[in-house]
């Protein structure tokens, strides 16, 4: 890896302002100009086809495709997405190949280098090898509509790709796409290095206190117990590098991400007696709205651009969708390296062996082209650590026989519930909960690929000198958890634990807040339901979080020691905390962005975990404390863990003062500290205070859009928070800043005569010379989803009669 001295904050943020510009085609505006936007009326000749399709769009771009072939229909897709999307392809695929320093330069140097670990290309070989004939067939089709749009636009590309020639597009390369988009569905990397730079900061006897946790989860210990003994600071001397690629890749939301969900409700929960399903989720880049009818398949939905399938929709008879199922499938292991004249040795069991070299080209924009060496061990290729000392490898899942790609396909055409199952079973590389309904039936699937550890649970880097760690094959699919047809009449998911303790099998350690799917099962079993009310749940604002807290607040062993210091404070900090005391005990928990207590019960949460923590972790600038606030955005934290519990946790005591403080001290503190941070950030007058003045979208930004649009536009006052239904994260311990990735819902409703709404955050294009660029986000926030018709007599109401006809070319 490179340089430990090279800056954070340039490779965080320079690198994505490089790479956002890349992946969004909006970091530059030169170049704007309308013979970019391929036209949507008229005639197109295009070789490759074999008879006439039609494409008409509806008010907000999204295609309807049209053909007697789905041959057709498949190459009429890379067109469109081609035509739509290209800058996004093309990103992601450097990226999925860990080129982007081609185009960013040598700040995109460190995300090549451990995209090139990762080795995602043997992931899609393997993928594509595995696949059908049929499948390859489609892969094959979908390329050449792709490359129609490249030839035909070559000199024509949208800024900044003004003046890139790029390759071609390949069968491989949609197995590669897919890839990336399993890779970025697995959890806990991110929280693995974030763990070891916390570990540096406080030792392996305090780090369990720190780490991801379920609160009826014990602490893991023994999983801190494995970095025991080591010096972390002077052995694993890469680890800033990787750390700083790590928070990159999460900033892009391409290392995991808790903000979706997906819920089916039968018959009985239904005002009509019939199925529904919604969907609800954000990610690392735009998935698209499209629409294929042929003679014999039609279906509707969200796909990704360089995919040729309908990740999430609706074919007519069954409604399909995915969430992340938090799956851990991911392992780091630390490796005791030495070198031995021109190899590289690591132990294993006592005995040293060769590490294997992998010859890697960069071709940097503006240098000569570097030739580097990447190392392999047995546990896989080496992050960090290629002089000697201690390294750091990365155990991906081994993909060979996988049946991901021909699954999705037939997920797509499955009639019922029955033949859901049967194509999601299939489906290893993404670690999913697939939620699926027919008009009569519901059911869910947890989907992946999930390794069988000897000893360990994954949570924490494994010693990989020690063979007792290592991975025993895969769980039997058979035991991944599903259900069909509950008696409670619905299922779902808001990427909370899935399986009971003890479960036969390991899916993860790291889950997201429990309040998102309880307040689901409140909102689902109550009554019956219909769209409206589906639409209502995607928009909820409300915590369960904040009673808990009044909970804690009046316990028996937590009520007078909390008053007591309360009234040992000074008295200008005991009137804020009576005030911050009565006015949290009175919060409903509803997070309206316009409610002055939701602010208040915010700060406090904001100055409870600075209070707790920022004097053993801190500066706020160090990488300890950066660590320790992304950890926060991916899972339920250390900071909720101690509000609610932890009572004897060393982390309570202030280490900045002499005395000895305990959990009620720190509280109290808490309380006082949240009226002062309200008044110098909302003024003194109560009465004006809101939690979306705190609590805001801004653009343009690295982090909010990942490998979206980037967007310049106003700032978006938003309600909830992390623990909500409908989640707006932010950095829970350094700011407020809310966080919205390329968003999209969906729902279902059997009961309707056209059952399928969609809405994306999103525009249509990621042209910014298109008028359907970014056009998405104003009927997000007002809640506007577009009805997508299914039957054809309903066709020109939705998408009118003017259309664009791609006719065979010579």
């Not at 991110?190 to 946790?213: F, H, M, R, S, Y």
């Not at 005002?271 to 279906?299: E, N």
């Not at 920022?614 to 160090?622: K, M, R, T």
């Not at 059997?750 to 359907?772: C, D, I, K, R």
Request: aromatic share 10%; proline share 6%.
């Amino acid at each position: 890896m490179a340089s430990p001295a090279f800056p954070l904050s340039r490779l965080r943020f320079g690198v994505a302002a490089a790479a956002l510009g890349l992946l969004s085609l909006g970091g530059c505006q030169m170049g704007n100009v309308r013979d970019s936007v391929p036209p949507t009326v008229g005639v197109e000749p295009l070789k490759g086809l074999a008879q006439n399709v039609s494409v008409r769009r509806n008010a907000q771009g999204m295609p309807l495709i049209e053909s007697s072939s789905f041959h057709d229909a498949l190459f009429s897709l890379g067109y469109v997405h081609a035509s739509d999307r290209i800058g996004q392809m093309l990103g992601m695929r450097l990226l999925a190949q860990g080129r982007l320093s081609e185009m960013a330069g040598a700040e995109a140097l460190d995300v090549d280098r451990f995209m090139r670990a990762t080795n995602l290309r043997q992931s899609a070989t393997q993928l594509y090898a595995d696949a059908s004939p049929r499948l390859k067939r489609f892969f094959e089709v979908y390329a050449r509509g792709v490359n129609a749009y490249l030839f035909r636009y070559r000199e024509k590309l949208p800024s900044p790709l003004a003046g890139y020639r790029p390759e071609y597009w390949k069968a491989e390369d949609s197995a590669l796409v897919f890839a990336l988009y399993s890779f970025s569905q697995s959890v806990n990397l991110q929280e693995e290095i974030a763990a070891l730079t916390l570990a540096q900061k406080v030792g392996a006897d305090k780090l369990a206190w720190l780490l991801p946790n379920y609160p009826d989860e014990p602490l893991p210990e023994a999983e801190a117990d494995k970095l025991k003994g080591l010096n972390l600071a002077s052995q694993l001397t890469g680890l800033a590098p990787v750390a700083a690629v790590s928070a990159q890749l999460a900033a892009f939301n391409v290392l995991g991400n808790a903000n979706s969900a997906n819920w089916a409700l039968g018959p009985q929960r239904s005002r009509s007696g019939r199925s529904l399903l919604a969907s609800d989720s954000q990610g690392g880049w735009v998935l698209s709205p499209v629409q294929i009818r042929t003679t014999k398949y039609q279906a509707a939905g969200f796909t990704l651009p360089g995919l040729p399938f309908v990740l999430a929709g609706f074919n007519g008879k069954l409604a399909w969708s995915g969430s992340a199922a938090m799956g851990d499938n991911q392992d780091l292991y630390l490796e005791k390296l030495r070198r031995q004249g021109s190899q590289l040795l690591y132990e294993v069991d006592g005995r040293w062996q060769p590490a294997r070299a992998r010859n890697e080209t960069f071709f940097v924009k503006g240098q000569r082209p570097q030739r580097e060496v990447i190392y392999e061990t047995g546990h896989g290729a080496l992050l960090t650590g290629d002089k000697g000392g201690l390294g750091l490898a990365l155990r991906m899942p081994d993909l060979k026989g996988d049946k991901s790609l021909d699954a999705f396909f037939d997920l797509s055409r499955a009639q019922n519930v029955e033949r859901a199952f049967d194509a999601s079973r299939e489906i290893g590389a993404a670690a999913l909960n697939m939620v699926f309904a027919d008009a009569s039936n519901i059911g869910w699937q947890v989907t992946g690929r999930y390794p069988n550890r000897r000893e360990g649970q994954g949570l924490l880097p494994s010693p990989g000198w020690d063979s007792r760690y290592d991975w025993d094959g895969y769980a039997d699919a058979m035991l991944h958890p599903y259900d069909q047809d509950p008696p409670q009449g619905w299922l779902g998911n808001a990427n909370q634990r899935s399986a009971p303790r003890g479960y036969g099998m390991q899916l993860s350690n790291s889950w997201s807040y429990p309040e998102r799917a309880e307040r689901l099962a409140q909102l689902a079993g109550n009554g019956k339901h219909d769209s409206r009310s589906l639409i209502a749940m995607q928009n909820d604002q409300t915590t369960l979080f904040a009673n808990k807290l009044k909970a804690m607040f009046e316990a028996p062993g937590m009520a007078q020691p909390l008053k007591k210091a309360i009234d040992s404070l000074p008295a200008e900090q005991k009137a804020r905390a009576r005030e911050a005391y009565t006015r949290l005990m009175a919060f409903d928990g509803r997070l309206s962005q316009t409610s002055a207590d939701a602010a208040v019960y915010e700060l406090f949460l904001q100055e409870s975990t600075r209070l707790t923590f920022l004097d053993e972790l801190g500066p706020e600038s160090s990488p300890a404390w950066q660590a320790f606030v992304a950890n926060a955005r991916l899972s339920y934290s250390a900071q909720a863990d101690h509000l609610l519990g932890r009572d004897d946790s060393p982390f309570w005591d202030d280490r900045t003062t002499p005395a000895k403080e305990d959990k009620p001290t720190i509280i109290a503190r808490s309380l006082a500290a949240a009226i002062s941070a309200g008044e110098q950030q909302l003024g003194a007058d109560r009465k004006t205070w809101q939690w979306g003045k705190l609590h805001q979208y801004q653009w343009p930004t690295a982090n909010l859009h990942g490998l979206g649009d980037n967007l310049s536009r106003r700032p978006q006052a938003v309600g909830g928070d992390h623990s909500t239904l409908n989640p707006s994260t932010y950095a829970w311990g350094q700011d407020f800043k809310a966080s919205l990735g390329p968003a999209v819902r969906m729902v279902v409703d059997f009961g309707q005569v056209e059952p399928l709404q969609l809405l994306t955050s999103s525009g249509q294009s990621g042209n910014p010379a298109s008028p359907q660029f970014a056009n998405g986000l104003d009927a997000w926030f007002r809640g506007q989803y577009q009805s997508v018709p299914l039957q054809t007599q309903n066709y020109e109401r939705a998408y009118g009669s003017k259309r664009l006809t791609l006719v065979p070319g010579k």
